[in-house]
């Protein structure tokens, strides 16, 4: 019930073209869906965000695409850059289960030039 | 504005030695969490504290241990370390708040030979 399953593994994508990861939760109590953003040797950085009750969000070339009754949601990240290789990490978590964020098994995105 | 600070960056520790990592962090933040992260797992959430002398464990506390008795420092005491415990570790903070940012350390890489 508190996992949170991500897909694919890896990903390879040209420069320009959409990267699309995916992620499925069973646990509907949760409040809060973040994706983090890692780059090599560093620690997680907070990428975009969505809550329940929104269907999409968008910040610059990321959005986010929820589907509450599918328990689903995914990170889309248009017109890639190389910029953008890196690990990427959905997660979920509840307000009232002291804010504890529980991972996907992550993404390493490989924008080609 | 430093954020949060991990030490050490690297360790090479040999089995059945005891260390301690260190986290502190200088944004007042009320909530502390400890991670480790493995290839392919994502990170799993070691233990964590909601505040000074609260603390609780997390998906997996075993062979670590944590105190809190200051709100900006989150120490992870290592007693007798074995190879699974081979990982890099990620102290993490939040603002007590719904959708408040998760801010991580860069990290600890310890390797246990």
């Known amino acids: 019930q508190q996992q949170v399953k991500q897909s694919p593994q890896s990903l390879i994508v040209q420069k320009g073209g959409i990267s699309i990861i995916n992620c499925a939760y069973e646990?509907?109590?949760?409040?809060?869906f973040p994706w983090y953003q890692q780059f090599p040797g560093k620690g997680p950085a907070l990428l975009i965000a969505?809550?329940?009750?929104?269907s999409e969000k968008k910040e610059g070339r990321f959005t986010i695409s929820f589907n509450k009754s599918a328990k689903q949601f995914s990170l889309h990240i248009m017109d890639s850059q190389p910029g953008d290789s890196a690990t990427y990490f959905c997660?979920?978590?509840?307000?009232?289960?002291?804010?504890?964020?529980?991972f996907g098994s992550g993404t390493r995105l490989l924008v080609r030039p | 504005n430093a954020g949060v600070t991990q030490t050490p960056k690297f360790r090479i520790l040999k089995i059945g030695q005891s260390m301690t990592l260190q986290c502190t962090q200088d944004?007042?933040?009320?909530?502390m969490y400890w991670y480790r992260q493995d290839p392919g797992m994502g990170l799993k959430l070691i233990y964590y504290?909601?505040?000074?002398?609260?603390?609780d464990k997390g998906e997996v506390p075993n062979g670590y241990n944590v105190s809190r008795s200051t709100t900006e420092d989150f120490p992870l005491r290592l007693e007798l370390a074995a190879p699974s415990q081979t990982s890099v570790y990620f102290c993490?903070?939040?603002?007590?708040?719904?959708?408040?940012?998760?801010?991580f350390g860069q990290g600890t890489r310890l390797t246990v030979v």
């Open positions: 646990n509907t109590a949760f409040d809060y």
């Open positions: 969505i809550r329940p009750d929104v």
């Open positions: 504290s909601v505040g000074a002398g609260i603390t």
């Open positions: 997660a979920a978590s509840m307000m009232d289960s002291s804010y504890k964020l529980i």
């Open positions: 944004m007042n933040h009320n909530y």
């Open positions: 993490a903070s939040i603002k007590q708040g719904w959708g408040t940012e998760a801010f």
